[in-house]
């Protein structure tokens, strides 16, 4: 290095304070230097490779386009060299001495001068002087991203020789990052094209002087730059960004391979959506549905969201903006031209191309899933069982929720095995003329719907009532009010006359009872005051049943209010033990009801009608999944059993 040229010179600000800034407050994550430095040799190629297409030609033009990282843990050092456009002493001096100065920006502004100087002209922009697609592949906009190299270096050598021109002599930019920074002219031979930048590593960052976490920060940051990255002779970047190129030229093995090294899943996808969008806003977006189900309301609570690029280079791991949280179990990346970035590429400087992009991503994805839905109903039914759970929360997205509501999957009392599922539309093609309701019911599993006691109208009446096993399902029920003008309600909120309408259905009921006789009625009514009087407060009322069929009781909420399903939900989430206070409903056409009309018109205060009395509403609140004392209702029942066997034997005499 020749010390006669050497000029010592002040950065153009107060460089002091600003390096600090950027290097203590701006960036959070150390590693992102690699990222930067590795982004700024990409847009020298990009740039070299640009001016080659329009005809210029560099020196040495063998040499392949490519960035090589080593690592010197003697001298610990660690030397990044590109074979881009390099620069000139004037250069290093105007983009690496003055902060927030960028090189790409200018070379941008400049091709959209020139592009706006010929069409002034009439020229347009044909032939070699069209901008070609590496220009666009350009990272670095704001010109400080260098400076993060400050957080792991004490002194930093930038030696470049420029790839046009004249002037084909090196110089190497020196500075501690302190205050002032020098430039000299350089006598060695390396580099003969291009920039190489050697970061003399503190104390506190000799990790980064081991190949593994180089590697690491690369595949991490940088894995998909266009152009080799090699560390110490290794290349590091092998996999393509598969979402720049065309849908067609891209096999499903190769989606596979990109999927599986992308989320550490061992099965291929279920599913692939590889979108390219220009308007309203440019990018392109590689997205998985995976063919394993995830735990979003449990361990994998957070873990979910896309990977965010611009121009090839990671900007952030599991965006939430990209996606609502109805569709989080997507996988993939979407990688945008347009991406305005704030001083550091961490920070997004807009959010509102975030919510285009949000938005675009959505419908596609509906329409994706409709397509399926419509093609392919067992492809559809697979991806339901894995993600319905979480893509279920969709009610609350209004703008969407009448697509979203269609392709919502149910069990329901028509199909004849639980796996079975049905659509609302189906559900509505199979009712009454005069139906435009849809019913449901909530239970854990399909025996405890059909079994429920507010199903025997239903059944009775041959209506089909949709069953609902998750707790957030009544949720979404009431979230989407309505479909296509039809009610969603449950079968315990049914009025007496709300099926009156419709016929019964042949053989599904026991056989009707003998109807009483007017003075049994009048003794029926003083029984349910008995009953009440048994139970007291436990119960609001004790009324005769219309909607029962086979069962002798259920708990019915008052005035209509919430289903038994929907209450628990919320008393659990308002740590709220308390029993509610229901109607209790007889079926007075039911044996045991009838057995206990002759009970009460033999001995009014009968001890044995105390018992079922409580027996019933302990089974109703059994059925009801609110019974705190099993144990008493296991005692009563085995006392009526003695009593039962004792009577059978004496009548029988045994």
Do not use: C
């Not at 992102?32 to 040799?41: G, K, Q, T, V």
């Not at 590496?134 to 004490?154: E, K, L, P």
């Not at 291929?268 to 392109?284: E, G, K, M, W, Y």
């Not at 609140?621 to 066997?645: F, H, S, T, V």
């Amino acid at each position: 290095m020749a010390e006669a040229g050497k000029k010592t010179r002040q950065f153009r600000a107060e460089v002091r304070k600003v390096l600090h800034i950027l290097t203590n407050s701006l960036y959070t994550n150390r590693e992102i230097f690699l990222r930067e430095l590795i982004s700024n040799a990409s847009d020298a190629l990009d740039k070299l490779r640009f001016r080659i297409s329009r005809g210029e030609k560099p020196r040495d033009t063998e040499l392949p386009l490519e960035i090589r990282i080593s690592i010197d843990k003697d001298a610990k050092t660690l030397t990044i060299a590109d074979t881009g456009t390099g620069m000139t002493a004037e250069e290093l001096a105007e983009n690496l001495g003055t902060i927030a100065k960028s090189g790409s920006e200018e070379f941008l502004a400049d091709l959209a001068a020139e592009a706006e100087t010929r069409k002034s002209k009439g020229n347009g922009t044909s032939g070699g002087e069209a901008e070609t697609p590496d220009a666009a592949n350009i990272i670095g906009r704001f010109g400080v991203g260098f400076y993060s190299v400050f957080m792991v270096a004490d002194k930093v050598e930038v030696t470049s020789r420029p790839a046009f021109g004249k002037d084909a002599a090196a110089h190497v930019w020196t500075s501690d990052g302190l205050g002032s920074y020098s430039i000299a002219p350089s006598d060695a031979a390396e580099p003969a094209r291009g920039t190489t930048v050697k970061a003399h590593l503190k104390d506190d960052a000799v990790e980064f002087l081991e190949k593994f976490r180089v590697e690491s920060a690369i595949r991490k940051h940088s894995a998909f730059v266009p152009f080799p990255v090699f560390v110490d002779g290794e290349r590091v970047n092998t996999q393509p960004a598969l979402w720049r190129e065309p849908k067609s030229a891209v096999s499903k093995e190769q989606y596979d391979n990109f999927y599986k090294s992308l989320t550490y899943d061992a099965k291929a996808p279920l599913d692939v959506l590889h979108i390219s969008v220009d308007v309203p806003v440019q990018f392109n977006a590689l997205l998985f549905i995976p063919d394993s189900a995830q735990d979003f309301f449990g361990a994998d609570r957070d873990f979910w969201g896309l990977d965010l690029y611009a121009r090839r280079v990671l900007i952030q791991n599991r965006n939430k903006e990209l996606i609502p949280e109805y569709l989080a179990f997507l996988k993939g990346v979407v990688d945008t031209e347009d991406l305005p970035l704030n001083i550091s590429r961490e920070t997004l400087q807009e959010n509102v191309l975030l919510r285009k992009i949000h938005q675009v991503i959505v419908k596609q994805t509906l329409s994706h899933l409709e397509k399926t839905a419509r093609d392919d109903a067992e492809r559809y039914n697979r991806f339901w069982r894995l993600h319905g759970k979480v893509f279920k929360l969709g009610y609350h997205d209004y703008p969407n929720r009448e697509r979203i509501s269609a392709l919502l999957r149910f069990n329901s009392s028509s199909l004849p095995e639980a796996e079975l599922l049905t659509s609302l539309d189906e559900y509505m093609s199979r009712a009454p003329r005069s139906q435009k309701t849809f019913w449901y019911v909530a239970a854990p599993n399909r025996e405890a719907a059909r079994l429920n006691p507010h199903m025997e109208l239903f059944r009775k009446k041959g209506i089909e009532v949709l069953y609902l096993f998750e707790p957030v399902d009544e949720f979404v029920m009431e979230g989407i009010g309505k479909y296509k003008e039809w009610d969603f309600k449950s079968v315990e909120s049914a009025a007496d006359d709300a099926l009156s309408a419709f016929e019964d259905k042949e053989g599904e009921s026991r056989e009707a009872a003998a109807p009483l006789t007017e003075e049994d009625n009048a003794t029926f009514d003083d029984l349910l005051r008995r009953m009440k009087e048994i139970l007291g407060d436990r119960v609001t009322d004790v009324r005769v049943s219309h909607r029962l069929a086979d069962s002798p009781v259920v708990l019915v909420s008052p005035d209509g209010g919430l289903s038994s399903s929907m209450e628990k939900l919320l008393k659990v989430m308002q740590k709220d033990d308390s029993l509610p206070v229901k109607v209790l409903e007889v079926n007075r056409d039911h044996p045991l009801l009838r057995s206990m009309l002759r009970i009460y018109k033999a001995d009014a205060q009968d001890r044995t009608l105390a018992e079922m009395t409580q027996g019933l509403f302990d089974a109703a609140l059994l059925l009801d999944g609110y019974l705190k004392d099993p144990q008493a209702l296991a005692a009563r029942a085995n006392k009526l059993l003695e009593e039962a066997a004792a009577w059978y034997t004496e009548v029988r005499k045994i």
